[in-house]
């Protein structure tokens, strides 16, 4: 049976078989005896998206990753990271401290700081995504959706799906379905709701390139 640790652009945490290319964390939110969630869904406000290899270092899963055999932070997993970024995650400076780098460059850049910091960006998030804000999805129009930036997810009926060259991408655990107008694919919908945090839509809109999964047609990679 796989673990309670796949997460949806919602930021919801499933049991699904799929892995998807990133890992991450918000925490320890989990038994690791049981290998089971614990009630909270994040122990603090810094959700990262983490390589799921890096210099050859091994983890258990929901396991005990720290010394003296306790629980270390609970490992997540995400398609790629326009559903990461969506849920409200940002890159590791550890592992990836590059696009890290990049990421907060970009948010200093549109909210005009000289000097950003991960905590403000941290902050931010928290307010602003709905799993930890616990606030309805902003709502959006047809014609705005055209205008976010490549890598933003939006809800069309409750479903989620991905910006990319213009037109919208159905998300699921495995991958990307076929492209799909943005008229198309919101017509008769009522129910049109912007998923990616607005901070994260602004740094994707500042130039920060988000990583696919293969299914939506690019050829990135972590």
């Known amino acids: ?10 930021g919801a ?15 320890i939110i989990h038994d690791p005896e049981t ?15 983490c390589v799921c290899e890096y210099q050859g270092r091994r983890r258990e899963p929901m396991g005990r990753n720290r010394p003296g055999g306790k629980a270390g932070w609970t490992e997540l997993f995400f398609l790629d990271e326009p559903t990461a970024l ?28 000289a000097e950003p910091r991960a905590p403000q ?8 995504r709905f799993a930890s804000s616990r606030k309805p999805l902003p709502p959006i129009q047809a014609e ?9 997810m939006v809800a ?18 495995a991958g990307y379905g076929k492209p799909v107008g943005i008229e198309t694919a919101t017509r008769g919908s009522t129910a049109l709701a912007l998923i990616t945090p607005a ?7 500042a130039g920060f390139a988000p990583i696919w999964h293969a299914s939506a047609g690019g050829d990135q990679a972590p």
């Open 199 to 205: 901070t994260t839509v602004a740094v994707l809109a």
């Open 1 to 10: 049976m796989p673990l309670q640790n796949r997460v949806d652009p919602f």
């Open 86 to 113: 969506a849920a409200g995650h940002r890159p590791c400076f550890f592992c990836q401290r590059a696009r890290a780098t990049e990421f907060l460059r970009c948010f200093g850049e549109t909210a005009a700081i």
């Open 156 to 173: 069309v009926g409750g479903m989620p799906f991905a910006v990319r060259g213009g037109v919208l991408l159905r998300w699921s655990f």
């Open 121 to 128: 960006v941290d902050a931010r998030l928290h307010k602003e």
């Open 35 to 49: 290998k089971t969630l614990l009630k909270k869904r994040w122990a603090l406000p810094a959700w990262i998206i």
């Open 13 to 27: 945490i499933h049991a699904v078989p799929e892995r998807g290319l990133f890992t991450g964390n918000r925490g």
């Open 144 to 152: 705005e959706i055209a205008r976010l930036p490549d890598g933003a």
